[in-house]
């Protein structure tokens, strides 16, 4: 009851807080289940929105695979699994979105390496393709503002990151 009074009043922190120590007070019970899930869930609706810092985010992740580990016939795991892929595509967008901010701030070198990072941490998403033009045109600028002598290097590098796109 404390635990959903601070849910009702949306303090998701201190909800969390007392569903998770319900479950482990009582991990027998019939409501275990439901304190479990709700401590998960008051994780996911603490995480913040993806330009911000995502700590939260990846605590409210491991909170609901705990709980579809736990309870792996529950009702709730369908809903745990879409939190879930919510969730991680706030990550990808974060990690994309700070690869394209050294592209703005005309750190060449780093936004390839982060952009490459990016490309093996999430091979499969919405970013792919943005995020591979992302490193042509990366290499692009860093061959154009280099010194002469390095620039021909540069320029196959961006080749390769053309055919890479292709």
Known sequence: IYAMSHYGQ?????AGYYFNRY?????????????????AYSSYLDSPRSSLDQETTVDAIQKMKLFISR????????EAYER???MEGRLELKAFEMA????????YRASIASLE???????????????????IKANY?????????????????????YIDFI
């Open 10 to 14: 949306k303090d998701y922190i201190l």
């Open 23 to 39: 479950f482990k007070s009582y991990p027998k019970t019939e409501q275990a289940e439901e304190a479990l899930f709700m401590s």
């Open 71 to 78: 309870f792996p016939a529950s009702e709730k795991v369908e």
């Open 84 to 86: 879930i892929d919510e």
């Open 100 to 107: 394209k901010l050294y592209m703005k701030m005309s750190d």
């Open 117 to 135: 990072a990016f490309i093996k941490q999430y091979q499969l998403n919405d970013y792919h393709e943005e995020a591979l033009f992302l490193i």
């Open 141 to 161: 600028e860093y061959a154009i503002n280099s010194i002469a002598a390095r620039q021909e290097e540069r320029f196959s590098n961006t080749s390769e990151a």
